[in-house]
């Protein structure tokens, strides 16, 4: 999500967030540089729920881990910042086909 500042990003603010843009590559201090993957496979921290494979990735609620969303029923395609690759348990690394 872009920031309120030049050169500035900053966590999602909620659930489904349409203006997320991608995923970091590593902790961003605030005020700090870092590196954010647009596209192309990374490893992200799933919420407290995991994740399924082939569901959409979007954001949890504020916390910067993404959310496992089916896609059945799913109209807030812009939400999603990718699909999950595998199924993984809460709270762990999981790999993610950005879009």
Same mark, same amino acid.
């Given at each position: 999500?872009?920031?309120?500042? @030049?050169?500035?990003?900053? &966590?999602?603010?909620? $659930? @489904? @967030? $349409?203006? $997320? +843009? #991608?995923?970091?590559?590593?902790?961003?201090?605030?005020?700090?540089?870092?590196?954010?993957? $647009?596209? #192309?496979?990374?490893? &992200?921290? /799933? @919420?407290?729920?995991?994740? /399924?494979?082939?569901? %959409?990735?979007?954001?949890?609620?504020? /916390? #910067?881990?993404?959310?496992?969303?089916?896609?059945?029923? %799913? /109209? &807030? %395609?812009? !939400?999603?910042? #990718?699909?999950? +690759?595998?199924?993984? !348990?809460?709270?762990? &690394?999981?790999?993610? +086909? +950005?879009?």
């Amino acid at each position: 999500r872009i920031g309120s500042a @030049d050169n500035a990003i900053q &966590l999602p603010s909620g $659930v @489904d @967030d $349409v203006y $997320v +843009l #991608g995923v970091s590559y590593e902790n961003i201090p605030i005020g700090s540089a870092g590196r954010v993957a $647009v596209a #192309g496979v990374v490893n &992200l921290q /799933t @919420d407290a729920t995991g994740s /399924t494979r082939g569901y %959409f990735v979007t954001s949890a609620s504020g /916390t #910067g881990e993404g959310k496992s969303t089916n896609p059945a029923g %799913f /109209t &807030l %395609f812009n !939400a999603s910042v #990718g699909r999950w +690759l595998r199924s993984c !348990a809460a709270s762990s &690394l999981c790999p993610v +086909l +950005l879009k």
